[in-house]
């Protein structure tokens, strides 16, 4: 009972973040499972097992709210799952470990990048429906490989190319769900075909899933609300500073730092 309350509390403070800003959930489960000894691709895997349910209503929550820019959001989905695959092929042949020092920087760099432009006033632009291939499948790739990436790859991306934070956000978790029910699927296909030998007992993990089942459904209806409401320049400071935290904390685990 309290292996679920923790998950309870874990789940539900991960989705708000992750619904206000469009990133962390991921990251924040990842972290907490793999400190208590879970494998990565077995913390991945029950990670998106959870997501496909909270990544749901969050998507119904931003749709509601009009936060979805539509135009971004095929090519970005579409994109999202071609990576999705290629990282859970990846994740369950080798570990996972090897690409955290690249993620780490990379979100330095865009946390930077997006920090200076809140303090040059950010504008608005339109980014071109093409550019979301890219950023999509890297996103797809990274977050199959560890467990949480979509919404740090793609939303901090997309704000910092310009991008207004709530159609960014609202857009990105719209998508997340294809993208997580595709990487809930591979690992399905990766165990049931034998390839992925380390997996072991999935049923284990059961209560835990659960808890941040119960934990992220108790948010998510909220994530619409609260990115259309916070102005887009505190919001963009927000991101910013959230992915420089990420890194940092990536960057601690590496070093030995950090659990």
Known sequence: METFALF?????????????????????SSSVLMAFGIPPATASASIHAAEVFTAA????????????????????????????????????????????????????????????????????RHLRPAWAVPIGTAGGFLDALGGGGWGPIVSSTMVGAGVEP????????????????TISAAFAVALLSGRWEEAGDLRQRAV???GLIAGGLVAAPFAGLIVKRVPAKPMTWAVGIVILALAAYQLAQILGIAP
């Open 8 to 28: 309870l509390f874990v789940g539900f403070v991960a989705q708000v973040i992750d619904g206000a800003m469009g990133m962390a959930y991921g990251v924040i």
């Open 166 to 181: 709530r159609k960014a956000i609202g857009t990105v978790g719209a998508s997340e769900f294809i993208v997580t029910c």
């Open 57 to 124: 209503a969050t998507a119904t929550s931003h749709m509601a709210h009009k936060n979805v820019n539509w135009r971004l959001f095929v090519p970005l989905a579409a994109s999202g799952v071609v990576g999705a695959i290629l990282g859970v092929t990846v994740l369950t042949g080798i570990p996972g470990e090897v690409v955290k020092p690249f993620v780490a920087a990379y979100l330095a760099i865009v946390g930077l990048y997006i920090l200076m432009r809140a303090i040059r006033e950010i504008r608005p």
């Open 208 to 210: 835990s899933v659960a």
